[in-house]
């Protein structure tokens, strides 16, 4: 099965869209959430638990597999959906995100980044040919160019230097890119300028490529400055096209960017708060570390499906947490994904029904109606 963009449903009130992506691994219908897997694993969970979460397509990151175990060794074990044992839809990030977040440990130049591993010290060479081929080998469904995401505090120079060394690593990936069972995605780029991000969408979109993503978001710049650049984005962007808003995942901010026409959303978010003991209920967010769970056998949300809502209370995570057992960062993160699952859910439920604009635009959480799901 080839690669297919279908919209079924819209909002006739807003941008917002119910579609379904078709992949060599099945369908992903959006509005969708992506749990984050940078190692080839959701921290804290088994493909099958990812599974119960309705999720259907999981990142992976190309730089750190290529570190650690080796895009060599995946391909020889049958490629990442057999290595990690995950049966849906991969998307793999191309290494540009660590452009940004490892700046401290990297020098960029119009061929590549230079990388000086955190793991062993070693030097890595990361270029638009050599990511290309990274991810080829590493065989996920869709896969992204290589970028060069620049800080929120960047000055307008440097934004504009990455822009168009974005726009010519896209150029490179293109022509490196070699396995038609995987769609390339390209990245537009533009911090929060807004006529950099008028020449990057028109830029990256004069290529004829499966599907599209808004970056060099979530880098340091207000949630103002976020939905300003994804106002601006998405209606640039094809219409029959998915648009992946990268770095994004918020209730608030997954509801506006939908609103726009935004289709995929990914962020590590859920799985980190997981981690360090907190709990996505409605828009908030709770620290079960807190002394007022300590008695409370309430389950964390009644009115969520997932397995830990479902079988334990908030005393028991509570009583994880402080015996510093592992399980608490499972069940946590195991709910958290859930959360934005159900929460993608009912927005393309409501864009379908006809009261996207009425549930979701603007988002406010403390609406009656904005908590039915």
Not at 4 to 12: E, M, S, V, W, Y
Not at 16 to 24: E, M
Not at 295 to 314: I, V, Y
Request: hydrophobic letters at 40%.
């Amino acid at each position: 099965m080839g690669f297919r963009f279908g919209i079924l449903h819209r909002c006739c009130r807003t941008r917002a869209r119910v579609g379904q992506l078709q992949t060599p691994h099945g369908p992903v219908d959006t509005p969708r959430f992506m749990p984050v897997g940078t190692m080839a694993t959701v921290k804290g969970l088994t493909t099958e638990q990812l599974a119960h979460t309705k999720a259907q397509m999981v990142l992976a990151n190309a730089y750190h597999l290529h570190l650690q175990p080796g895009e060599d060794l995946i391909a020889a074990a049958g490629g990442l959906h057999r290595f990690m044992a995950w049966d849906g839809p991969i998307l793999t990030d191309s290494g540009g995100y660590q452009v940004f977040s490892l700046s401290r440990c990297n020098r960029v130049e119009d061929h590549g980044v230079t990388f000086r591993s955190l793991r062993d010290g070693r030097t890595i060479q990361l270029t638009p040919e050599s990511s290309m081929a990274i991810q080829n080998r590493l065989g996920a469904d869709v896969i992204m160019a290589f970028d060069h995401c620049p800080p929120g505090q960047a000055t307008g120079q440097e934004v504009e230097t990455a822009t168009a060394r974005t726009h010519h690593w896209l150029e490179r990936s293109i022509a490196a890119h070699n396995n038609d069972r995987q769609a390339l995605f390209g990245i537009v780029q533009g911090g929060c300028h807004g006529e950099l991000r008028r020449w990057s969408a028109a830029t990256v979109c004069s290529h004829d490529l499966p599907g599209f993503a808004i970056g060099g978001v979530s880098v340091g710049e207000s949630t103002e400055a976020i939905q300003q650049t994804v106002s601006l984005v998405a209606p640039l962007l094809p219409d029959q096209k998915p648009r992946y808003l990268m770095g994004v995942g918020s209730l608030g901010e997954m509801a506006h960017a939908v609103a726009q026409g935004v289709d995929l959303f990914d962020c590590v978010l859920p799985t980190r708060l997981g981690r360090h003991g907190t709990a996505l209920v409605a828009e908030a967010r709770w620290s079960l570390k807190s002394a007022c769970f300590r008695n409370d056998h309430r389950p964390l949300d009644a009115t969520c499906p997932c397995w830990t809502c479902g079988h334990h209370s908030r005393a028991y995570l509570h009583h994880l947490i402080h015996s510093r057992e592992l399980l608490a960062a499972s069940l946590l993160s195991l709910h958290n994904l859930t959360h934005l699952q159900r929460f993608c859910n009912a927005m393309g439920q409501a864009i379908a029904e006809g009261t996207f604009s009425e549930h979701f635009t603007p988002w406010d959480p403390a609406s009656p109606a904005a908590n039915t799901w």
